[in-house]
C-alpha cells in the first residue's frame, strides 16, 4: 500500500535503492503539479508563465 499525504500525494519511499528512490519523488512532483494546477484553465495557467525572450 502506498501512503499518502493530505493533498493525495504518493510518499517518496524513505529506504529504497536508487531507481525506488528517484520513481518515488517523481511520482511526487508530478501528482504535485496536478494538484497545484488542479481546477485552473488554460487563462489561469499562463500568467505565471516566465517571458518569452
Given at each position: ?16 535503492d ?15 503539479l ?20
Amino acid at each position: 500500500m502506498i501512503d499518502r499525504d493530505e493533498q493525495g500525494r504518493p510518499e517518496p519511499p524513505l529506504a529504497a535503492d536508487e531507481t525506488a528512490t528517484l520513481l518515488g519523488f517523481l511520482d511526487f512532483q508530478r501528482a504535485t503539479l496536478a494538484w497545484k494546477c488542479a481546477g485552473l484553465d488554460a487563462a489561469g495557467l499562463g500568467p505565471r508563465s516566465p517571458p518569452r525572450r
